[in-house]
Nanobody, 124 residues
């Protein structure tokens, strides 16, 4: 079993900051890409940012220059630092990880896991 546990969401005023964390635990051989997605009410789930195991990052245009994704491979944890938050950033934020697990036959397989989501609300 693998779990992704998120923390750090909440209510903040426009212009404020928050930091989200997501820790992966369980039967993990290695973790490839990790990332954050968000879903506002009535909208689809969209990419916010991703980071590879080597540290390469990718951001949605709407958050470039304001959000920073990072990871601690030793802790199997990914972070999202969010600065200059705006009301349009209000959404449920989901952590995603592509986790490699080793099966009983010795082969490795990559699986896609999601956290439970954490609410971020930015008031104007």
């Amino acid at each position: 079993q693998v779990q992704l546990v998120e923390s750090g969401g909440g209510l903040v005023q426009a212009g404020g900051s928050l930091r989200l964390s997501c820790a992966a635990s369980g039967s993990i051989f290695s973790i490839n890409a990790m990332g954050w997605y968000r879903q506002a009410p009535g909208k689809q789930r969209d990419l916010v940012a991703t980071v590879t195991s080597g540290g390469s990052t990718n951001y949605a245009d709407s958050v470039k220059g304001r959000f920073t994704i990072s990871r601690d491979n030793a802790k199997n944890t990914v972070y999202l630092r969010m600065n200059s938050l705006q009301p349009e950033d209000t959404a449920v934020y989901y952590c995603n990880a592509r986790i490699v697990r080793r099966s009983s036959n010795g082969r490795s397989y990559e699986y896609d896991y999601w956290g439970q989501g954490t609410q971020v609300t930015v008031s104007s």
